[in-house]
């Protein structure tokens, strides 16, 4: 029995991701449909929520930003063989760095001030990806593990630090003072009026320009190979001459640099003010971002704006659809990521016994059989 041939990159990255979507849709259907709701209806208020209006494209946009910077983050790290779940406390511990530029310069022009934090940011950031990417590769610490307690410790810093350092007195909440109007990242509102009242701002663009740099980074430069070389096998990597720790501290540094954007869109474009929560688990969506876009940036492109959209359509649902509460909501966003991250593979074996059936090779094969027939 012969073996399964792997599905071509396009089926891979974009036809088994959009099964696996529209199993999820269809098991999310059967949830409301025993609620007593009607499953067309929600589904057709998802989708008019986050795609009806330029009131909801914005605001779907606006989240499939953030989880455009983690998704990377964690695809970045997959590529070598690395699982960041760390990209919570990344963000978080970003906000701090973008933050104390934003409210030292918020005088000045935001040309100065987005930059600056920007950078702020993803040098806090990358500093608490480094620091679990030197303990595997010089202490063999997991990186799972170590991410996920950077995750506690980030949290933790920033309740001492919004309390005790960036608090006003006067202030009762744990926050910040707010960014003043010149040193906030501007709104894409202010260039293009189909985006009116809406927070999606010019870190989507830079978002876009991360997908690209991605890309270029993991398949156009030698260190992109040294990733995907350590990523497939270390131990090739090692006898190439490739310097496994260096590549997994490098690596874990850049992902950790790519989820700090978060910081930048929440705290400079939309919130304008340090805030507790800010990041608002958008680490662990991309995961599921990741997981679903296969770690591509076009894939990862694809499931931010899908996962935007549940965002935002998820909310419209529960104001349309008062039967279905905030629960549900969180229940059909969990089962797409369960069927496109946990169970992607579900459908891949029948996927590729169809492309066994119907591939070229094999219609080259059935012609030339039904020719030599007809000549015989």
């Known amino acids: 029995m012969s073996a399964m041939r792997p599905l071509p990159r396009w089926a891979d990255i974009v036809l088994l991701p959009l099964l696996n979507l529209i199993l999820a849709v269809a098991v999310s259907g059967l949830v409301v449909l025993m609620i007593g709701q009607n499953p067309l209806r929600a589904i057709w208020t998802i989708i008019t929520g986050a795609f009806g209006s ?52 918020d005088q000045t022009h935001w040309l100065l001030v987005m930059p600056l934090a920007m950078i702020a940011a993803a040098v806090c950031g990358g500093i608490w990806g480094f620091i679990p990417g030197w303990l595997q590769a010089k202490r063999g610490s997991h990186v799972v593990i170590t991410t996920i307690m950077f995750n506690f410790i980030a949290a933790a810093i920033m309740v001492y630090m919004l309390n005790r350092v960036f608090k006003p007195p006067q202030m009762m909440g744990p926050e910040s003072r707010v960014i003043a109007e010149a040193g ?128 935002q359509g998820g909310g419209e649902l529960q104001f349309v659809m008062p039967g279905l509460t905030r629960e549900v909501v969180v229940v059909i966003q969990a089962l797409v990521i369960l069927f496109t991250g946990a169970m992607e593979g579900l459908l891949r074996p029948p996927l590729q016994g169809v492309f066994m059936v119907f591939g070229p090779r094999q219609k080259t094969t059935a012609i030339a059989a039904a020719s030599t027939r007809t000549e015989g």
Request: no cysteine; charged share 5%.
């Open 184 to 311: 906030r990242v501007p709104q894409l509102q202010e260039f293009i009026g189909f985006f009116a009242r809406t927070p999606v701002n010019l870190m989507l663009l830079v978002g876009i320009a991360a997908l690209v740099g991605v890309y270029i980074l993991l398949w156009h430069t030698k260190f992109g190979f040294a990733i995907r070389t350590l990523g497939h096998n270390p131990t090739a990597s090692t006898y190439a001459g490739m310097s496994n720790s260096r590549i997994i501290m490098i690596t874990m540094t850049l992902s950790g640099a790519l989820a700090s954007m978060v910081a930048v869109n929440e705290v400079l474009g939309v919130q304008a003010r340090l805030t507790l929560d800010f990041v608002a688990d958008a680490g662990f969506v991309g995961i599921a971002v990741a997981l679903m876009g296969r770690n591509h940036p076009v894939g990862i492109a694809l499931a931010a704006v899908l996962f935007g959209a549940l965002y």
């Open 54 to 105: 330029p009131y909801n494209i914005g605001y779907t946009l606006y989240f499939s930003t953030n989880f455009i910077f983690t998704g990377l983050a964690v695809a970045v790290a997959a590529h070598a063989g690395l699982f960041n779940i760390g990209g919570n406390g990344q963000a978080y511990v970003a906000g701090l760095g973008a933050a104390a530029v934003a409210l030292a310069l």
